[in-house]
């Protein structure tokens, strides 16, 4: 059983940056892929970012492509989101999970461990 926990978020202005952390503890951190989702209010959860056990393979949503960078430290068992030159449209409770098997995936129903969420908010 792996428990996730979120921190980083808070309040930035459009043009802002932040950088998210979420912590794992309960498995070898390495054998999960790692996902980060977003659900703004009134819109469904969607994908924002994912890797691979290794962090050898990642992918991102079209909309943060060269704006945020996943990355992770499987010594310190944490996934990181840096996110920059924030938009508006990117305010959203932010939420890391995992997957077995080291495998990463844009399909949030692929993974089984969810974190509590951390609030974004950009302001115009």
């Known amino acids: 059983q792996v428990q996730l926990v979120e921190s980083g978020g808070g309040l930035v202005q459009a043009g802002g940056s932040l950088r998210l952390s979420c912590t794992a503890s309960?498995?070898?951190?390495?054998?999960?892929?790692m996902g980060w989702f977003r659900q703004a209010p009134g819109k469904e959860r969607e994908f924002v970012a994912t890797?691979?056990?290794?962090?050898?393979?990642?992918d991102y949503t079209d909309s943060v492509k060269g704006r945020f960078a996943i990355s992770r430290d499987n010594a310190k068992n944490t996934v990181y989101l840096q996110m920059n030159t924030l938009k508006p449209e990117d305010t959203a409770v932010y939420y890391c999970?995992?997957?077995?098997?080291?495998?990463?995936?844009?399909?949030?129903?692929?993974?089984?461990?969810w974190g509590q969420g951390t609030q974004v908010t950009v302001s115009s």
């Open positions: 890797i691979s056990g290794s962090g050898a393979i990642i």
């Open positions: 309960g498995g070898t951190f390495s054998f999960y892929g």
């Open positions: 999970a995992a997957r077995k098997f080291g495998v990463m995936s844009t399909n949030a129903k692929q993974y089984a461990y």
